[in-house]
């Protein structure tokens, strides 16, 4: 008997002749397409992917959301819409219990608690969770500005960003808090507000312990102890810790007031300054006092405020240790310092 090994291999189905020309006029014919899609926004993509990718080029979008009208490409990207309307967010974070609506917004997430920064900036070492903000954040480098708005010219580093700052010129404000009925234009803010009510505060500092809503704002509080500033400004040479605070600061050399109020014409360098000072109109005040019931304009106020009653005094001089609760109250006492030492000065002479 001869062994299995010598036995002759099965021949391989055969294909006609005109099947056989079928196929390879369809691999070639997407070949060529794929070429042609190269040429025009440079990226290959594996057969099973290469649908979706031909819709972002002919606007080819079958999938329309029966509520709102929105159309998309692909299926997947309507399901995901679906969950704005609906409010579903399936995927939990088991270590803080948050929600999401996207897998991958866990997983960006995840690495807060982990702290891990896998995407570092070739050019300055600065890593980040996410790699979207890694790309956003190659443009500061390059001061790459691609998205511009077509009323006032302001210039962005995100389509995103670009977005949000259209609704500044059409006052859209989509996006309402079930509790108190107040609105905002992007549903991140809403959720950050949301927090205001339910007292939710995540994030919390390891060198002092206070407690934040966002990472972002942790982010901006860990500068106040490590004292970074690393936005300078080229007119005076004053720095800052945060790049909007530059920008506010540059007005002050411009003379530039972009921000104005409605009712009595009064005009602003910051956005948050014109909303406080609008409340002087309204008597509204928001920001409430747990403790003693008292209401103030600014959650600056309130934070104050709420020293009073912990005793809390975080600002402290370098040079006698004193402490106090405002900075502005430390800023005032640093000058009798100064002024000692001229007088001491001039005594002298």
């Not at 070949?31 to 025009?40: A, D, T």
């Not at 500061?140 to 995103?160: A, D, L, M, V």
């Not at 600061?249 to 014109?274: N, Q």
Request: glycine fraction near 6%; charged fraction near 25%.
């Amino acid at each position: 008997m001869s062994s299995s090994l010598d036995q002759e291999e099965p021949e391989p189905p055969q294909i006609k002749e005109e099947e056989e020309d079928h196929c390879s006029s369809q691999e070639e014919e997407q070949l060529l397409v794929k070429q042609e899609i190269k040429s025009e926004c440079e990226e290959i993509f594996v057969i099973h992917n290469f649908s979706t990718q031909m819709k972002k080029h002919t606007e080819e979008k079958n999938y329309s959301c029966e509520i709102c009208g929105k159309d998309f490409t692909v299926s997947s990207r309507l399901t995901v819409h679906m969950r704005t309307h609906t409010g579903e967010r399936p995927f939990l974070c088991k270590l803080c219990g948050k929600t999401f609506k996207h897998s991958g917004s866990l997983k960006a997430h995840t690495r807060t608690h982990t702290g891990e920064k896998p995407y570092s900036c070739t050019l300055c070492g600065k890593s980040f969770s996410r790699n979207d903000s890694l790309t956003s954040h190659v443009k500061t480098h390059t001061s790459e500005r691609p998205f511009s708005c077509e009323q006032c010219g302001k210039r962005f580093i995100k389509s995103g960003s670009l977005k949000v700052h259209m609704k500044s010129h059409t006052d859209e404000r989509p996006f309402f808090c079930e509790i108190c009925g107040k609105s905002f234009n992007r549903n991140a803010s809403l959720n950050i507000h949301r927090k205001s009510h339910t007292g939710e505060k995540l994030y919390f500092c390891k060198t002092c312990g206070k407690r934040f809503f966002t990472s972002s704002s942790l982010t901006v509080h860990m500068k106040t102890h490590t004292g970074e500033r690393p936005f300078s400004c080229e007119t005076c040479g004053k720095s800052f810790n945060l790049s909007w605070s530059l920008k506010a600061h540059m007005r002050t050399h411009t003379g530039e007031r972009p921000f104005s109020c409605i009712i009595c014409d009064r005009s602003f360098t910051c956005s948050s300054t014109l909303k406080a000072h609008v409340r002087t109109h309204t008597g509204e005040r928001p920001f409430t006092c747990k403790m003693c019931g008292k209401g103030f304009k600014r959650n600056a106020s309130l934070e104050a405020h709420v020293r009073t009653h912990t005793g809390e005094r975080p600002f402290s001089c370098d040079m006698c240790g004193k402490s106090f609760t405002q900075s502005g109250n430390l800023t005032a006492h640093m000058r009798t310092h100064t002024e000692k030492s001229y007088m001491i000065m001039y005594s002298t002479y």
